[in-house]
């Protein structure tokens, strides 16, 4: 069975897929009833058009890490080494493990508030595997990375939005 959500041919009778993990035992899907449904199993991911990451080393004082989100107006920041994602600093780890005590926090490194090991995509994943990442995940930022690991882009909860409301105004012009 090819899977809906990565396109990896798998073996047939297999209960989950081998590449992405997706579970295949109950999958019977209705047939797609609408143009928005149509395009989320069909587009890819680089039709989101992902944005250039903003980046930094692990190493980094969380105050300059802080300061490139509010430069860039940004709610996420990749850690990188060498280019390869290792963990993300979003808006949430500010409020969740900084909070009030930023003032005595600012030159910790951003490691040790970052979330660790992000989940990532390729470009070429179907639209509906991202959002059943970030529905699951409850992510709300996604790196998205070249067949080396390293990161070329990230998606938001945004880009899925803009996705679907472009989509539903075609549909409506029809």
């Known amino acids: 069975m090819v899977c809906p959500y ?11 897929c081998e590449q992405c993990g997706h579970s295949l035992t109950a999958f019977h899907p209705p047939p797609l009833a609408n143009p928005v449904e149509k395009g989320l199993v069909r587009d890819r991911v680089a039709t989101l058009n992902p944005r250039t990451p903003i980046v930094a080393e ?5 105050r300059q890490v802080l300061k490139m989100m ?10 990188v ?4 994602p290792i963990g993300v600093f979003t808006e949430r780890d500010a409020v969740v493990k ?8 600012s030159e910790r490194p951003v490691s ?29 930022h996604i790196p998205i990375v070249d067949a080396q690991g ?3 882009g990230i998606i938001s909860v ?11 105004d075609r549909a409506k012009a029809h």
């Open 6 to 16: 990565c396109d990896h041919v798998n073996t047939p009778g297999s209960d989950a």
């Open 58 to 62: 692990a190493n980094m004082p969380i």
């Open 70 to 79: 509010v430069d860039y107006s940004i709610g996420c920041v990749l850690i």
């Open 81 to 84: 080494k060498d280019g390869k």
């Open 98 to 105: 900084l909070n009030s005590r930023y003032a005595s926090l």
């Open 112 to 140: 040790e508030f970052m979330t660790p090991n992000p989940q990532t995509l390729d470009a070429g994943a179907k639209i509906a595997f991202a959002v059943q990442r970030m529905d699951v995940g409850s992510y709300r």
């Open 150 to 152: 390293r990161a070329t």
């Open 158 to 168: 945004r880009d899925i939005l803009r996705y679907f409301t472009e989509r539903l």
